[in-house]
């Protein structure tokens, strides 16, 4: 998390709950089974919309920060010619006469405006820029937490679908007349093995609905705690991206003013000497 956040909103998600949320997996009781790598693009998840607006919002953030770093070149190109203007202006009015005056008030001018545009340039990277990028990287957080929360769910389906399986297995187990095995081979009876068989798979069944049940509150909680947070972002997000504007606003309003104040003051400067 970047320590120089403009707003106590933009790292909101990354609260205690959510590092939990992610450390849960490695420490959970899911570990007694071998879970296999479930795929998650087909999962049906209650934050599909979130994901989406996510998305779309990253695409949008791309294309503010591509544009600003495009704007900043340009203004730096500017900031940069003016500044080296304003010797020219200088040897110049070294060999005029009755022109020194204005053409050396002349490279002042140009010399402190090129100053102003750059200042407002690193304003702009300090506040807005850095804003940006602030956001940028807290979608790829919420990214991977709502990566993290489909596979909970994809593991609880997991859990769910293979008792389902279990439990058919052992009815079908139940209803079927005991026959030869291997095992009847080494002295056991077709009964034993059939007993032997239907306890293990209720022992299975009974694991794996244990850890469907864990998983199953691992996923309430992590949706209702990513819900209540995403909710706190998209009304403080607003207030952020209002102050992030504002700023920049105001940043090119004042170098505006103290240019035309340059200008004017260089004008005022060729009235007086006509005077």
């Known amino acids: 998390v970047s320590t120089q956040s403009r707003s106590e909103h933009f790292f909101t998600f990354l609260s205690a709950k959510q590092v939990e949320l992610i450390e849960q997996k490695k420490t959970t009781a899911l570990k ?12 049906e998840s209650p934050f599909k ?53 204005t053409l050396s008030k002349l490279g002042e001018v140009v010399s402190k405006n090129g100053e102003e545009l750059g ?14 990028k602030e956001y940028q990287l807290y979608i790829n957080t919420v990214k991977n937490v709502l990566k993290t929360r489909d ?11 293979t008792v389902l399986s279990k439990q058919k297995e052992l009815e079908k187990l139940e209803a079927s007349e005991p026959g030869k ?31 469907g049940e864990t998983a199953g509150d691992e996923l309430v909680v992590a949706s209702a705690s990513i819900r209540s947070d995403i909710e706190r972002w998209k009304i403080n997000k607003e207030k952020d991206f209002r102050n992030l504007l504002d700023c920049v606003a105001e940043s090119n309003l004042q170098c505006c003013r103290k240019s035309a104040e340059l200008w004017e003051s260089l004008i005022q400067f060729i009235d007086d000497k006509e005077t």
Do not use: C, R
């Open 32 to 43: 007694k089974f071998t879970i296999p790598q479930l795929p998650i693009a087909n999962v």
């Open 49 to 101: 919309t979130t994901s989406e607006y996510i998305e779309e919002f990253g695409k949008v953030l791309s294309t503010l920060s591509s544009q600003s770093t495009k704007l900043d070149k340009e203004q730096t190109e500017l900031e940069n010619a003016l500044q080296a203007l304003s010797p020219s202006l200088a040897l110049w009015a070294n060999s005029e006469g009755d022109l020194e005056p």
């Open 119 to 132: 200042k407002l340039v690193a304003t702009k990277e300090e506040i807005f820029s850095e804003g940006i």
């Open 151 to 161: 596979h909970m769910q994809v593991t609880k389906d997991y859990f769910t679908d």
């Open 181 to 211: 095995s291997i095992a009847t081979f080494f002295g056991k009876s077709p009964a034993q093995v059939k007993e032997e068989k239907m306890s293990k798979l209720k022992n299975e069944i009974t694991n794996l609905s244990a850890n």
